[in-house]
């Protein structure tokens, strides 16, 4: 499925003996096989270059490192006065390659869906002047390059990559190593919620502690893990770790709660929503127009 041609790549799934090669990289993608118990999908990026998972459990200090605050703005020209917003979510680094690191949050983060109606009053169809996305990392914020958002409409998950050229690995930030099988995942499974609730300067990278409810099927291929672990608004996009032998994993991609006080807290099993299909696109107007377009059916202009 391409949107507007400026799809860059898919995420497809492959055999894990078709990916054995004589190489360092190689040997790190095999080994991320070899832990999942089977193959999984690959994470390729809109630089051609395959994404690494990490593949060594976090201790529980490392956890906040792995969150980062997502910040985004549009600007919807109108006749007589401009529409904007301005927003914020969490996100979570989950791989990297040798010039950009690739982040997992929510659709609903991306202000998309307010944009789709942003012109509502008029003639329905949205100018899109300005649309932008950036990631703080502590009191570093680098610009979001591209974003993907899976074909599924369903599933409110998004991928993004950021430029990792000017960030420090284990000061800046700390790859979130993604639980590739069910293993260590149960009813009652430690959990911990990282994210930047109520107010991303004061509350910045939280991490709340809870236990599995419940592991729910959703859509096919996608499972959502319920828990207690107390979640704002705010959280939305940021991890879900389960407590292993071997460490800290991500599990998850927190996106809902029933009400403050309720322990009911929802998260999209990563794992499962990697393997579905992103189409990559630019973090920019032109980008923000595709994916209104593909996800939501709406006609889209471009005011530039």
Known sequence: ????GRVLAYFP???CPSCVRTSV???LVAMACWFAGGCGPRIPTPSGEEAILATEGLTKEELPLTCGVLEGYWQEADRFFDDTQ????STVVIAWTSSELVLATNQHCLGLSDLAEGDMFTDGIPEIRHYRL???FGRKKVPVRYMAVPEHRSADVALLTVDASGLSKGEDYVVAPVLTSSRGLSIGSEVAAVGNPLDPLAFERTVTFGRVSAIRAYIPRLRIIQHDGLVNPGNSGGP?????EDGWFCVGVNFAHAGTGTGISMAYHL???LRLKYPWVSADAAGAADVIQAVFGREVKLDQ
């Open 240 to 244: 879900l770790f389960v407590n292993t």
């Open 1 to 4: 499925m391409c949107w507007g």
């Open 13 to 15: 799934t492959h055999p």
């Open 134 to 136: 950036t990631v703080r």
């Open 271 to 273: 794992w499962d929503a």
């Open 86 to 89: 301005k927003w914020y979510g």
């Open 25 to 27: 990289h190689a040997v």
